[in-house]
């Protein structure tokens, strides 16, 4: 990700100009950043995984988006790509080009975006009250991080690691292993 304009445009000149451009960006206070492309690597898992989850939540009304769908954090002026989101609110609906709802937000880590990712994203994606998980997985080894909102409003981890383990996304009452999420995925052997 890299700044694209040093010039503030709004909400609104950035949604038109997402319609017509080849280029994903992301907008933080009202600057814009270039996405860059993801490695095989990348798309693999999150095809995996969002095969999975769209055969999983088919007909109960929740909706599995890729990284071509944005979330909108009003509250922050923010719109950002996240590799996968699930919504199930009514309101997500109204609007086409983005998602102000989501209960899941999925991202695949990358060497350019981890700390992002980890860090002001992740904070930035707590502000949305309806998210109840956020989950990071790891394309370098078998391992997935789950942050979960518990009752008080606090944000969990619960990991899970290993070739032979299954992981759980409680926010769509969801179980899958390991081997379905990195399958075609060839990781290189321990020196």
Known sequence: MF??????????????LEENSPI???YIDGYIYAMAGAL???VTIALNLATLLRNHVRGSGFRVYISD???RIESLNRFFYPDIMVTCDKRDQDTLGYKRFPCLIIEVLSDSTEGFDRGDKFADY???ETLQEYILINP????VECFRRNEDGLWVLQSYAGEE???????INFAGTMTQLYEDIDFPSPA
């Open 3 to 16: 700044a694209s304009s040093q010039i503030y445009i709004t909400p609104e000149e950035y949604l038109e």
């Open 140 to 143: 370098k080894k078998p391992r």
């Open 40 to 42: 095989e690597t990348h």
């Open 69 to 71: 769908m944005k979330a």
């Open 24 to 26: 994903k960006y992301e």
């Open 165 to 171: 383990t299954s992981f759980q996304l409680q926010s």
């Open 126 to 128: 707590q502000t949305i």
